[in-house]
């Protein structure tokens, strides 16, 4: 739903709903406590109840007023805009602080897909935030509605279907996106990957009748960088697992296997309106993993971008044939830190379910430091071991290492972030989000909606702006 927003100190006279807040611990006095009851109305956070008048009044429940914060905020935002989307012209009166989450939250709670619906969309709203408009209020509300916009760009592109989005097609929209916002756009072809020697991103394309790309993406602040950062998201714009081809109940949700690199992009399209102090690159190798053409076969040995060689065991472990490359060149550059982010094991969903990302890393600060941006953001990141002793298990007969463990279903997670690791150099801070688990979502809670979540988007923007604007 698009939405034209406003700030403004007086409710317009012509709004036909408005939104008021309501503690949990004050609830209204003109309103009879057997009323309230009556009506299941107790001033949970994201709670409405409708009072019919002109214009409506909508009570939106804040839960206690002391506890007030952003994760309240944000869940409180996107319950609303579930209640009120039949409102052509709505007056909502801020309760405070955290405007910023409130705006987020009301565009992730009320986004849907309709890229091929027939029907018309639903007209968009007019929302007024009824609030002083002070250079702090304005702020919050561009970068809430930036941020949330960024969220629902990945949004988009996940849930495009796979024949729409191509990595050709990807690739030109990353172009286009990085000159709307500002963005360095660099797109390397088939015969640029190949004479970049991108072994990983070579062999995985030649399953499919699409050619591969490899998109660089470069954002460099006004002012002299205080650090510099490398993203790589993972671009495999459908997964039909080759040759090690996927059962069918499984091939629904693969045209989300590209979620890190629309999240990647996603995040990046932000840092110039928000005013990023730190500079970015962003590498996005993207392919199809299809049975066609002349796919890799298991058996056969690539030679990665570092001159490793990888044996393939399991032809639907690709994703992590695509990043070695990405990450090598990453590395190239010497960042101050590497971050990737990747639809790479069903290990880590079974770990840690639908709502909390993977974090594995060789560096504590790094992954704290993420961690910490996750909950501000409003997406939890757990920490995951790099073991050692699990190091072997990645051995082959063949090449320098094996793309999989076969006959191991244990700790595979851990396996995948310790063949990452071999492709980034030791000196350089690194971190693997496996967002396997979160990228896609069955529900409809809170600021999660069926389809694309764009998990990674919000974590991303918050680490790369060290005040959390």
């Given at each position: ?13 012509d709004?036909?709903?408005v939104?008021?807040p309501?503690w949990?611990?004050e ?27 002109h ?8 839960g206690?007023r ?17 209640a ?16 910023r ?6 565009l992730?709670?009320g ?22 408009g ?15 916009e ?25 172009r286009?996106i ?6 360095e ?10 004479h ?37 998201g993972k671009?495999?714009t459908?997964?039909?697992g080759?040759?090690?081809l ?25 840092l ?18 299809m ?7 298991v ?6 971008r ?9 032809a639907?472990a ?11 060149l990453a ?17 880590a ?5 639908r ?9 504590d600060?790094?992954v ?11 997406e939890?990141?757990w920490?995951?071991?790099l073991?050692?002793a699990?190091r ?6 063949v090449?320098?290492?094996a ?12 396996l995948a ?14 971190a ?27 974590t ?10």
């Amino acid at each position: 739903m698009s939405a034209e927003w406003r700030l403004t100190p007086d409710q317009p006279l012509d709004a036909e709903a408005v939104v008021t807040p309501v503690w949990s611990d004050e609830l209204p006095a003109d309103l009879s406590p057997a009323f309230l009851a009556g009506s299941g109305f107790s001033g949970t956070p994201g709670q409405t109840l409708h009072l019919p008048g002109h214009p409506v009044t909508v009570l939106l429940g804040c839960g206690p007023r002391a506890k007030y914060d952003r994760d309240t905020a944000r869940a409180a935002g996107a319950r609303l805009a579930r209640a009120v989307p039949g409102y052509r012209r709505l007056a909502v009166r801020v309760p405070g602080a955290e405007l910023r989450a409130l705006v987020e939250g009301y565009l992730l709670g009320g986004y849907r897909f309709a890229g091929y619906f027939t029907t018309p969309p639903v007209p968009g709203q007019r929302i007024d935030l009824v609030t002083e408009g002070t250079p702090e209020a304005r702020t919050a509300l561009a970068a809430g509605l930036r941020v949330g916009e960024a969220v629902l760009l990945a949004r988009d592109l996940v849930n495009e279907p796979g024949e729409a989005l191509t990595p050709p097609e990807f690739a030109e929209r990353a172009r286009k996106i990085a000159a709307d916002t500002g963005l360095e756009c660099e797109v390397w072809e088939a015969d640029r990957i190949a004479h970049e020697r991108l072994g990983g991103l070579l062999g995985v394309s030649r399953g499919s009748l699409q050619p591969p790309r490899l998109v660089r993406l470069g954002y460099r602040p006004a002012t002299p960088a205080v650090r510099r950062i490398a993203l790589v998201g993972k671009g495999v714009t459908y997964d039909a697992g080759g040759l090690s081809l996927k059962p069918n109940a499984e091939l629904a949700a693969m045209k989300a296997d590209m979620a890190g690199a629309a999240a990647v992009l996603a995040a990046m399209s932000t840092l110039t309106a928000l005013n990023c102090p730190v500079a970015v690159d962003g590498w996005l190798p993207l392919t199809e993993n299809m049975p066609n053409a002349d796919p890799v076969r298991v058996g056969d040995v690539l030679r990665m971008r570092s001159g490793t060689t990888v044996e393939i065991r399991h032809a639907d472990a690709e994703g992590r044939l695509i990043l070695a490359d990405a990450l090598s060149l990453a590395g190239e550059s010497t960042p101050d830190a590497i971050i990737d982010l990747a639809t790479l094991t069903d290990a880590a969903a079974v770990a840690l379910g639908r709502r909390i990302t993977a974090v594995l890393g060789t560096d504590d600060t790094l992954v704290e430091d993420l961690r910490t941006a996750g909950r501000r953001a409003g997406e939890e990141l757990w920490p995951l071991p790099l073991p050692d002793a699990y190091r072997g298990q990645l051995a082959s007969r063949v090449a320098d290492l094996a793309n999989y463990t076969i006959g191991v279903r244990h700790g595979t997670a851990l396996l995948a972030g310790l063949f990452l690791r071999e492709f980034v150099p030791p000196t350089i801070p690194w971190a693997h989000l496996d967002i396997q688990g979160t990228a896609l979502s069955d529900t409809d809670d809170g600021e999660w909606v069926p389809g694309g979540t764009g998990v990674g988007v919000r974590t991303l923007i918050d680490y790369l702006l060290p005040r959390g604007d």
